[in-house]
C-alpha cells in the first residue's frame, strides 16, 4: 500500500495562476480531507470530503475548489492564486467507522506564490 | 466551539531528558484525543490516541492520559532521544453530528540534542 500520496511535491506560481493539487489514497478510505499549514498556525481544515461526489466547506475554504470524483482521488484547485496561499498543503484520509477515525496524512506540498 | 490549546515552544532538551507536552482542550461532549507527530520533511503521522475518560495511549515510549476532570491529555516521555526531534500536535474529534474533523493545537516543535 502507497497510502496516501500527493502531487506534486513542490510548486512555485505567480500570482493570479492556477492550478491543481492532486491527493490520491489506495486504502478505500470514505473521508479525504485537504488542510494548509502556516508557521504559528497548526494545520487549519480547507474544505473535506465524506464520499464519492460529496465535499465540504472546512475552516478556511476561500480561495480553494476541490472535487471528489473518484473516491480514491480527491483534488484541490486554486483558480487565482495569491502570496496569502503560500504554505504547505496536506491531505489526509480515513474511514468511516466507530471509533477514533484516525486520519492518514500524505507528505505534503509546498506552494509558494510570488 | 472546539479548541485545542498545547506548549508552542519550541523546547530543546538534551538526550535521555524527561518531556512532558501540555494539552488541555475545550469541547463539548466527549471528544476523542490524539496525538500527531511531523518528523521533518514528511507528512504527520498518528503518535496515540485516546477516546474515553481515563483511557492511556502510549506508542515508541510516549504516554498521554485522556483527564476528563482537567480537561487535558499532556503528552510525556521517560527519556528522549535524538530521533524524537519533530513537531508534535494534540488534536481532538468532538463526538457530536457525527463529526470527524480533527481539531489541532498549534504544534510544539522539539529538539533533543545528544
Known amino acids: 500500500n502507497a497510502g496516501v500520496t500527493q502531487t506534486p511535491k513542490f510548486r512555485v506560481l505567480k500570482t493570479g495562476q492556477s492550478m491543481t493539487l492532486l491527493c490520491a489514497q489506495d486504502m478505500n478510505h470514505e473521508y479525504m480531507y485537504w488542510y494548509r499549514q502556516d508557521p504559528g498556525m497548526g494545520l487549519r481544515l480547507i474544505h473535506y470530503s465524506v464520499g464519492e461526489g460529496t465535499t465540504a466547506k472546512g475552516e478556511v475554504p476561500d480561495g480553494y475548489n476541490v472535487s471528489r470524483l473518484k473516491k480514491q482521488n480527491f483534488l484541490l484547485g486554486l483558480e487565482s492564486a495569491a502570496p496569502s496561499q503560500t504554505s504547505v498543503y496536506f491531505c489526509a484520509s480515513s474511514f468511516v467507522s466507530g471509533g477514533a477515525y484516525e486520519q492518514y496524512f500524505g507528505p505534503g506540498t509546498r506552494l509558494t506564490v510570488t | 466551539g472546539n479548541s485545542v490549546t498545547q506548549m508552542e515552544g519550541p523546547v530543546t532538551l538534551s538526550e535521555e531528558a524527561f518531556l512532558t507536552i501540555n494539552c488541555t482542550y475545550t469541547a463539548t461532549g466527549y471528544p476523542s484525543l490524539f496525538w500527531y507527530v511531523q518528523y521533518p520533511g514528511e507528512g504527520l503521522q498518528l503518535l496515540l490516541k485516546?477516546?474515553?475518560?481515563?483511557d492511556k495511549g502510549s506508542n515508541k515510549g510516549f504516554e498521554a492520559t485522556y483527564r476528563k476532570e482537567t480537561t487535558s491529555f499532556h503528552l510525556e516521555k521517560g527519556s528522549v532521544q535524538v530521533s524524537d526531534s519533530a513537531v508534535y500536535f494534540c488534536a481532538l474529534i468532538p463526538r457530536q453530528g457525527g463529526s470527524e474533523k480533527l481539531v489541532f493545537g498549534k504544534g510544539m516543535k522539539l529538539t533533543v540534542n545528544p
Open positions: 485516546a477516546t474515553k475518560a481515563d
